[in-house]
T-cell receptor, first 115, second 113 residues
Framework: DVKVTQSSRYLVKRTGEKVFLECVQD?????MFWYRQDPGLGLRLIYF???????EKGDIPEGYSVSREKKERFSLILESASTNQTSMYLC??????????????FGPGTRLLVL | AQSVTQLGSHVSVSEGALVLLRCNYS??????LFWYVQYPNQGLQLLLK??????LVKGINGFEAEFKKSETSFHLTKPSAHMSDAAEYFC???????????FGTGTSLTVIP
């Protein structure tokens, strides 16, 4: 079974703090994704990566950055957390270098509260 | 451009009744379509997917969905709702020309005993 793990289930941070969200997958997948999920808005793509050290912006990259130094690990960084970044963050991974018929596998999510 | 629309952000059914969750897609190329389920405080889990083989797709937990190109729809059904089906359901579309999934805004299913 594919396993995608996220470093924290719940996180509370203060405005202005630098926040790191970690995601690890154990299936040697090329592609990894970060989404945020908000009520009524569904899942919105923040960033994705299709290879080590490669990244592409999704629909809402502002205020975020990412790092992928190893194939199995994809980190989301909030450079200076703000209250409007309070959300549920979901990491996903998917096999395949191109084409998207393959299933995306999701981690359990990190619920972030910024005070 | 690709997108999905899920009609009805909240659906309530009685236990044992038919479940019907609606999804319409927009795609200029042949689509791949997915249904995911999310239980409270968990990530998303794949229910089923359509990738241009059979138009009627069977998934886990008794769910199925039918791809109808003429209606640009991929509605999710289950003949008899169970209490454990209460969750949020997401429809998603992708294609072989891109690298992204596009998710709908979700439908929250409540099952009334």
């Amino acid at each position: 079974d594919v396993k995608v793990t996220q470093s924290s289930r719940y996180l509370v941070k203060r405005t202005g703090e630098k926040v790191f969200l970690e995601c690890v997958q154990d299936m040697d997948h090329e592609n990894m994704f970060w989404y945020r999920q908000d009520p009524g808005l569904g899942l919105r793509l923040i960033y994705f990566s299709y290879d080590v050290k490669m990244k592409e912006k999704g629909d809402i990259p502002e205020g975020y950055s990412v790092s992928r130094e190893k194939k199995e690990r994809f980190s989301l960084i909030l450079e200076s957390a703000s209250t409007n970044q309070t959300s549920m963050y979901l990491c996903a991974s998917r096999a395949g270098l191109a084409g998207v018929r393959e299933t995306q596998y999701f981690g359990p999510g990190t619920r972030l509260l910024v005070l | 451009a690709q997108s999905v629309t899920q009609l009805g952000s909240h659906v309530s059914v009685s236990e044992g009744a038919l479940v019907l969750l609606r999804c319409n897609y927009s795609s200029s190329v042949p689509p791949y379509l997915f249904w995911y389920v999310q239980y409270p405080n968990q990530g998303l889990q794949l229910l089923l997917k359509y990738t241009s083989a059979a138009t009627l797709v069977k998934g886990i937990n008794g769910f199925e969905a039918e791809f109808k190109k003429s209606e640009t729809s991929f509605h999710l059904t289950k003949p008899s709702a169970h209490m454990s089906d209460a969750a949020e359901y997401f429809c998603a579309v992708s294609s072989n020309t891109g690298n992204q999934f596009y998710f709908g805004t979700g439908t929250s299913l409540t099952v009334i005993p």
